[in-house]
């Protein structure tokens, strides 16, 4: 894991071809986990409340607290390490530190409100059903740049070049 520590990646094909395949893992994630926000929630006001509340008239019950406690549980272990990845091979892109710091605080935040707002509409006011699709909303935004900008943090787009550096031809031997 050395090389998440100093971003040494570039340097070792099968760092980054691991790297790529987690990635691509990843986006799928992202997508598997748009379509099943869609499918169970929705974006809708009503939607949610129903979702966290019941709904007699459709015989859906209440989300329980242990069912919140174990969905809870797994998000909160599932976004730390997803974010940690993503975060981390977003700092060794060329963002300015704004931008890099933007993207980390914006991500861990909405991730929290994204899990809390569950707590909230189902044990406080249904009113929080607003921040629950804020939260997700801006979290899926963040964490799609953050796939994107961690692609870009392999460099295995660049042809010639190697840590920023530009190549260097003496005698047809490579230089970096």
Excluded: C
């Amino acid at each position: 894991m050395k090389f998440l520590l100093n971003g040494d990646f570039n340097n070792n094909r099968l760092l980054k071809i691991i790297l790529v395949f987690t990635l691509i893992y990843v986006a799928i994630l992202w997508v598997t986990n748009l379509l099943l926000y869609i499918e169970n929630i929705g974006f809708t006001y009503t939607s949610v409340v129903k979702y966290y509340l019941g709904a007699e008239e459709e015989f859906k019950n209440p989300v329980s607290f242990r069912g919140l406690l174990e969905v809870t549980h797994f998000h909160l272990f599932a976004f730390a390490m997803v974010l940690l990845l993503m975060n981390h091979l977003t700092v060794f892109t060329g963002l300015s530190q704004l931008i890099k710091l933007s993207l980390i605080i914006i991500s861990f935040l909405s991730g929290l409100g994204d899990i809390g707002a569950g707590w909230l509409i189902r044990f406080v006011s249904p009113s929080f059903a607003y921040i629950k699709i804020g939260s997700f909303i801006v979290f899926q935004v963040t964490f799609l740049l953050l796939i994107f900008f961690s692609f870009f943090a392999l460099r295995i787009y660049n042809k010639g070049r190697e840590n920023g550096r530009s190549e260097i031809v003496e005698g047809g031997n490579r230089k970096y």
